[in-house]
């Protein structure tokens, strides 16, 4: 999903749009643009008083309809259907933990299910728990290398990790568009990418490139700004 999206000194956070929890999810905006992580489009991406779930400790303030379909998912941990209710609505109200504890009951019905694997790797991709999106990432590239969303967003999680590795990051990256030299998020995250590491010279021409391929993309201005710094320290 979003998922729509940070990185310049964590410049915004992840925003993006749910498109239905398990539908195609596409994230562009902020600094670096998950192609698969479904996020909502702001921090509140709920309504304005929009009652929270919760997380199974006794807490109250489900609505009556989000905290059936909880409780009938946690009564029947063989319903697969019911898992994958309950982390659909978990993660329209960001509770991306929440989210993958269901999710991981639900691919414990179904381990092959490809859906379910890389919805995991999208939620502990949105909980920040970057690590084990990896894992879940690899799994679903082990069975699919040739979805280019997920090796983009596989190869965001070597970038915002506490430890990042911008080389691998980049790495993968570039093996996306090799297969897509049109790949959007792809080519806007290896900007930031070689920003961060820092590499003026690729960083500038792949930003060239990004004009090119999409010239309204929003991010192109602080990228630009943010070479430009480079080149005067």
């Not at 902020?30 to 921090?43: I, S, V």
């Not at 909980?127 to 990896?134: L, M, V």
């Not at 792809?186 to 920003?195: D, F, K, M, S």
Request: aromatic share 8%.
């Amino acid at each position: 999903m979003t998922k729509e999206n940070l990185l310049f000194a964590i410049i915004g956070m992840l925003i993006g749009l749910i498109v239905g929890f398990f539908a195609t999810n596409s994230l562009n905006q902020g600094m670096l643009a998950p192609a698969t992580t479904a996020t909502q489009p702001a921090p509140a991406g709920l309504p304005a008083g929009h009652p929270s779930v919760p997380d199974g400790t006794g807490g109250g303030g489900a609505v009556p309809e989000i905290q059936a379909a909880i409780e009938k998912a946690k009564q029947d941990p063989k319903d697969f259907e019911a898992q994958m209710k309950a982390a659909e609505l978990y993660y329209q109200i960001q509770r991306f933990d929440g989210a993958a504890e269901f999710l991981k009951k639900a691919n414990a019905i179904q381990p092959d299910n490809y859906e379910v694997i890389v919805n995991l790797g999208n939620a502990y991709f949105d909980a920040g728990k970057y690590d084990e999106a990896e894992k879940w990432y690899t799994t679903a590239l082990t069975k699919k290398p040739d979805n280019l969303d997920v090796r983009t967003d596989f190869a965001l999680t070597f970038v915002f990790r506490d430890k990042p590795n911008y080389d691998r990051a980049i790495t993968e990256l570039k093996s996306v568009l090799e297969s897509n030299p049109a790949h959007v998020q792809a080519l806007q995250n290896l900007a930031v990418a070689y920003t961060k590491k820092p590499d003026q010279a690729n960083a500038s021409a792949t930003l060239a490139k990004l004009e090119q391929v999409d010239p309204s993309n929003t991010a192109i201005v602080k990228l630009r700004e943010d070479i430009d710094k480079m080149g005067s320290k």
